[in-house]
């Protein structure tokens, strides 16, 4: 989802007066942590209390709304403190992020009829698993593109 600065002022304030922000899941780079549909509900964070694996919505250099795992943070003498963030189908990273452009932290993803928090245990487990064996992103991706070229076969679209 494309945003323009207006639209991220306008969400940073959101979440700074009403203390948190809740958008619906568009894509299926978290799959299947969060899916499209999904309802996630993130609050103001601080920087530097991220802990590797925490979900944080940001704006990308490309001016996207994303929310991906946090990896890690960039530290050089010559680079600003910047931070790495990773889907968890994706097999990169994402380009470095400022934190002046990091909006806010998952707390919840809220499915059809089950909530689950980011701090639940098997989420944990799943953060953990995700970043300590990246094929697994690599299986997550596969599934997705048979997934999706099974859709294009069934529905008769080249």
């Keep these: 989802m494309l945003i ?5 002022r306008l969400l940073l304030r959101t979440i700074q007066k009403e203390g948190w922000l809740e958008l619906p899941a568009t ?8 899916q499209k549909g999904d309802k996630c509900r ?4 601080d920087p530097s209390a991220l802990n590797k694996g925490d979900v944080v919505l940001f704006l990308s250099s490309s001016n996207q709304l994303i929310a991906h795992r946090f990896v890690k943070r960039t530290e050089s003498q010559h ?3 910047k931070f790495v963030f990773k889907g968890d189908t994706n097999l990169g990273f ?15 993803v809220k499915k059809k009829h089950v ?11 799943w ?32």
Excluded: W
Excluded at 94 to 108: A, F, S, W
Excluded at 145 to 153: M, V
């Design 4 to 8: 323009d600065e207006a639209i991220f």
């Design 27 to 34: 894509g299926n780079s978290m799959f299947p942590y969060i």
């Design 42 to 45: 993130f609050v103001p964070c």
């Design 79 to 81: 680079i600003h403190n």
């Design 94 to 108: 994402d380009q470095p992020v400022e934190n002046c452009r990091l909006i806010g932290k998952l707390t919840y």
């Design 115 to 125: 909530t689950f928090t980011s701090d639940d245990v098997m989420a944990r487990i």
């Design 127 to 158: 953060a953990y698993l995700i970043l300590a064996f990246p094929i697994i992103s690599s299986f997550l991706r596969r599934y997705l593109n048979g997934k999706t070229n099974n859709n294009l076969k069934i529905d008769g679209v080249s």
